[in-house]
């Protein structure tokens, strides 16, 4: 039973650590042209691209974890690990794109669907396999950063879009609105989560 518990608490620790302390985009800049492209695209909801984002990130996380203790004995892992990452995603979104080709009471499917391929291979989601592979996670731990991760970049997705509503002001000099002012909000939020973690980012 204490097993269980610790392994709980150890999923819900390096849960809330990737949502804030290593967010994937302020502190680790993983899918930050996504997230750009996200804010000036009024056809694609943020908040359904960045649910889908997440779905994907736990349920690739414990396939390139197991496979990854496979093949922790075999000399020239590292060379394949990008190949690894990519595969995984791959039958993940596979998968996704059959439930939502077949199961019509899905909320949103086709949409979801055609967000897919730039959801699932998103460098966010493959820098979180990264992560996590290289420093060795246990399950628990590699699916808490994996859930806290894609949350991270949801949370970091709905910020920015709310930074940008806010800052179509008159007040700010016309050579830096649109773009120029979001990327040095990004700059901004990602020095101060920076500090925040104490400098001590793996990655």
């Not at 620790?13 to 042209?33: C, E, I, K, L, P």
């Not at 004995?73 to 791959?90: D, E, H, M, T």
């Not at 806010?166 to 609105?177: A, C, G, I, Y």
Request: hydrophobic content about 55%; aromatic content about 10%.
């Amino acid at each position: 039973m204490s097993a269980v518990i610790s392994a709980v608490a150890t999923f819900f620790v390096y849960a809330v650590m990737a949502t804030f302390a290593q967010n994937a985009v302020f502190a680790r800049g993983m899918g930050v042209s996504r997230l750009v492209q996200l804010v000036g695209d009024d056809d694609t909801s943020s908040l359904l691209f960045g649910s889908l984002l997440s779905v994907i990130c736990v349920l690739s996380a414990p396939l390139t974890w197991g496979i990854g203790i496979l093949l922790r004995n075999f000399s020239y892992r590292a060379a394949v690990r990008p190949l690894i990452f990519v595969a995984c995603s791959f039958l993940i979104c596979g998968a996704l794109w059959l439930l939502f080709t077949r199961v019509e009471k899905i909320p949103y499917r086709l949409r979801l669907r055609a967000m897919l391929p730039n959801a699932g291979f998103n460098t966010c989601v493959l820098g979180t396999l990264l992560a996590s592979t290289v420093q060795r996670f246990t399950l628990a731990q590699t699916l808490g950063f994996a859930l806290g991760s894609g949350v991270g970049y949801l949370i970091a997705v709905l910020m920015v879009g709310e930074a940008r509503r806010r800052l179509r002001s008159n007040s700010v000099p016309k050579p830096f609105r649109g773009l120029p002012i979001v990327m040095i909000y990004i700059g901004i939020l990602a020095m101060a989560i920076y500090g925040f973690t104490g400098h001590m980012i793996a990655i």
